[in-house]
């Protein structure tokens, strides 16, 4: 974050005046005035949260492959994307675990606390909570963007999400950002997102999901949509952040 010079206490003559005023418009009119507003960020901050992980696998087939992998992976194959874009990226998750300990109710509602902290404590731009769709329906497929009822940035965020990932599928896959009423939406406090990728349950889209390539191909979708999105929101990375 940067900080102003604060302003000097000494009595203002005019011709002091005059040279402040010649001074603003020279700052006005400078390429300077391009660089971020004070007390904007240079480097905006994205929380990517992985769905689920530890003991809640999310939706499954057979078993044997498992949503909470799938958007660990998704998750990872995001970040350098968004980094690269001048973005930082923090996690909710970087490993299979969960961020609360137990099975019930009230353990699910405290992994969902925790990843909405440590939104809240990376100061995030914007949260966008990545997940794989399942239905009873093995026709259904195609991705899904949901935002919370209300939250305007988000449902922005969540079209251009959209429309990205949409030209990943043949268009009778094709669908529209929704709105939602989600704990985690809701209670987010800045934009916030939940991307189903696609449908586990469907043969086509799960093909997508399962190579490497086709997992690729959704995690730059998603990253376009949203540095897109966030430009039209005004949230812009200016530059590519150095290593930490
Ligand atoms: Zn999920």
Request: without cysteine.
């Amino acid at each position: 974050m940067q900080r102003r010079t604060p302003p000097a206490p000494a009595t203002w003559t005019q011709a002091a005046a005059l040279a402040a005023l010649a001074a603003l418009v020279l700052v006005l009119f400078s390429p300077r005035a391009l660089a971020p507003p004070p007390g904007a960020r240079a480097h905006p901050v994205i929380v990517l949260d992985p769905g689920h992980g530890g003991i809640d696998g999310g939706t499954h087939l057979d078993g044997r492959i498992l949503e909470k992998d799938l958007t660990l992976q998704l998750a990872q194959a995001m970040a350098p994307l968004l980094e690269a874009s001048g973005f930082r990226v923090v996690l909710t998750r970087t490993a299979d675990y969960a961020l609360a300990p137990g099975d019930d109710d009230a353990s699910v509602r405290r992994d969902l606390e925790e990843r909405l902290r440590i939104a809240r404590e990376a100061r995030a731009a914007a949260l966008v909570s990545l997940h794989v769709n399942a239905a009873r329906d093995s026709r259904q497929r195609g991705p899904i963007v949901f935002y919370q009822i209300g939250d305007e940035p988000g449902r922005r965020l969540a079209r251009a999400i959209q429309d990205r990932l949409n030209a990943v599928f043949p268009p009778a896959a094709r669908n529209e950002a929704l709105p939602a009423d989600f704990f985690l939406l809701a209670r987010a406090g800045r934009p916030a997102v939940l991307v189903e990728f696609a449908f586990l349950t469907n043969p086509a889209d799960r093909a997508i999901l399962l190579r490497p390539q086709g997992r690729g191909l959704l995690a730059a979708a998603a990253v376009q949509g949203l540095v897109g999105g966030l430009a039209e929101l005004g949230i812009r990375a200016h530059g590519v952040p150095g290593r930490r």
